[in-house]
T-cell receptor, first 110, second 115 residues
Framework: QKEVEQNSGPLSVPEGAIASLNCTYS??????FFWYRQYSGKSPELIMF????GDKEDGRFTAQLNKASQYVSLLIRDSQPSDSATYLC??????????FGRGTSLIVHP | DVKVTQSSRYLVKRTGEKVFLECVQD?????MFWYRQDPGLGLRLIYF???????EKGDIPEGYSVSREKKERFSLILESASTNQTSMYLC??????????????FGEGSRLTVL
């Protein structure tokens, strides 16, 4: 059984701080890694994906992948109250069917 | 813009009723998925389909069936609803292939309550 683990949180950070969200996965053959954001009462939406080891930056978001250690993380710089949401990590092993973690709840307080 | 539409946002059904949840996508994507989402359990895959009339069981298919007669439409069927099927149901579509991964586009969700 492929597993994707996330700390459920909540992770609470002050406005303007860096929020760090982490995800570990069990399948060493995993190839694609996604971060989805889900606001309360809404559906998940993709915010970042990464395929290669290292960092990938998009605006205030940075995804980091370390395949040797089997973890992927999402950094949110200059966190805003509007970033308060649940962040879902999803991992794909080449079958185009992602496995989701249970999500980490992020609260950014003013 | 990509769109996945679920027919009902909120449904209330009685135990034993047959329930149909409909999902339509306008992206011409091959792959469609049905998930349920429960607090503390995350997204769990019920069924997926990679082509018309093709379906594969996900992690929790018991008590559910699906139908995909047309590429754009994927239906989830609860033959005899039970209270433990009270949940949020999310439909998704993706254009991923074995050589080309892709994001999932989700519908707005259908919140089902079984009394």
């Amino acid at each position: 059984q492929k597993e994707v683990e996330q700390n459920s949180g909540p992770l609470s950070v002050p406005e303007g701080a860096i929020a760090s969200l982490n995800c570990t996965y069990s399948d060493r053959g995993s190839q694609s890694f996604f971060w989805y954001r889900q606001y309360s009462g809404k559906s998940p939406e993709l915010i970042m994906f990464i395929y290669s080891n290292g960092d990938k930056e998009d605006g205030r978001f940075t995804a980091q992948l370390n395949k040797a250690s089997q973890y992927v993380s999402l950094l949110i710089r200059d966190s805003q109250p509007s970033d308060s949401a649940t962040y879902l990590c999803a991992v794909e092993g080449g079958s185009y069917i992602p496995t989701f973690g249970r999500g980490t709840s992020l609260i950014v307080h003013p | 813009d990509v769109k996945v539409t679920q027919s009902s946002r909120y449904l209330v059904k009685r135990t034993g009723e047959k329930v149909f949840l409909e999902c339509v996508q306008d992206m011409d994507h091959e792959n469609m998925f049905w998930y349920r989402q429960d607090p503390g359990l995350g997204l769990r895959l019920i069924y997926f389909s990679y082509d018309v009339k093709m379906k594969e069981k996900g992690d929790i298919p018991e008590g559910y069936s699906v139908s995909r007669e047309k590429k754009e439409r994927f239906s989830l069927i609860l033959e005899s609803a039970s209270t433990n099927q009270t949940s949020m149901y999310l439909c998704a579509a993706s254009g991923a292939t074995l050589s080309n991964t892709g994001e999932l586009f989700f519908g707005e969700g259908s919140r089902l309550t079984v009394l």
